[in-house]
């Protein structure tokens, strides 16, 4: 079983960075055979897809949303996955949690089997 451990949260100012971390551990797994997506959820909304790395960290996509303004990366030896977030904006307001897959990114959550808590990013002045 793959555990995910969301980390680097806070609060921030608007137009601020923040940088989130997502460590994998588990009794036996390969972090390379993992894409690894970012979501967010704010109160009172559904949970958005915002990010997708694959395994080798060669693609990524982007929702609309954060694109140009977040960038997803991985690194396998640490077995992390990062997202540095520039430019935020109060409506980035939310609680992000990082999901990992085997075979492909995806944008739908119900693919993910492997969830981390989640951790708090609030911005605001």
């Known amino acids: 079983q793959l555990q995910l451990v969301e980390s680097g949260g806070g609060l921030a100012q608007p137009g601020g960075s923040l940088r989130l971390s997502c460590v994998a551990s588990g009794s036996t797994f390969d972090f390379d055979d993992y894409n690894v997506a970012w979501f967010r959820q704010a109160p009172g909304k559904e949970r958005e897809g915002l990010s997708c790395?694959?395994?080798?960290?060669?693609?990524?996509n982007y929702a609309d949303s954060v694109k140009g303004r977040f960038t997803i990366s991985r690194d396998n030896a640490k077995n992390t996955v990062y997202l540095q977030m520039s430019s935020l904006k109060p409506e980035d307001t939310a609680i992000y949690s990082c999901a990992a897959r085997p075979l492909s990114c995806s944008s739908d959550e119900t693919r993910f089997p492997s969830w981390g808590r989640g951790t708090q990013v609030t911005v605001s002045s």
């Open positions: 790395i694959n395994r080798q960290g060669g693609t990524a």
